[in-house]
Nanobody, 123 residues
Framework: QVQLVESGGGLVQAGGSLRLSCAASGRTFSHYVMGWFRQTPGKEHEFVAG????????YYADSVKGRFTISRDNAKNTVYLQMNSLKPEDTAAYYC????????????????WGQGTQVTVSS
């Protein structure tokens, strides 16, 4: 069983930055491909970014490529999402996810999900 706890959300002006963190429980953190999704009211969860177990490979949605950076610290069981040049359309609840071994971009295919942290970008 893996528990995921996100933190770091908040209110920021357009053009600003935030760093989200996701702390994971368990002793096999490096076995999991970690990801971030986001959701706005009335819409489905949108894939944002993913990172392989070793941290050597990263994946991004086109909408955030060049602005967001995903990273992980396996010694701390933590994955991060550095968000720069934020736009009002980045406003959403952001969720951390974990999938053992496989790289997928589907919300429903994940093994574990966090409770989410709200990011609001004002114009």
């Amino acid at each position: 069983q893996v528990q995921l706890v996100e933190s770091g959300g908040g209110l920021v002006q357009a053009g600003g930055s935030l760093r989200l963190s996701c702390a994971a429980s368990g002793r096999t953190f490096s076995h999991y491909v970690m990801g971030w999704f986001r959701q706005t009211p009335g819409k489905e969860h949108e894939f944002v970014a993913g990172i392989s177990g070793s941290g050597g490979t990263t994946y991004y949605a086109d909408s955030v490529k060049g602005r967001f950076t995903i990273s992980r610290d396996n010694a701390k069981n933590t994955v991060y999402l550095q968000m720069n040049s934020l736009k009002p359309e980045d406003t959403a609840a952001y969720y951390c996810t974990a999938k053992q071994w496989a790289v997928v971009r589907s919300w429903n295919a994940m093994d574990y999900w966090g409770q989410g942290t709200q990011v609001t970008v004002s114009s």
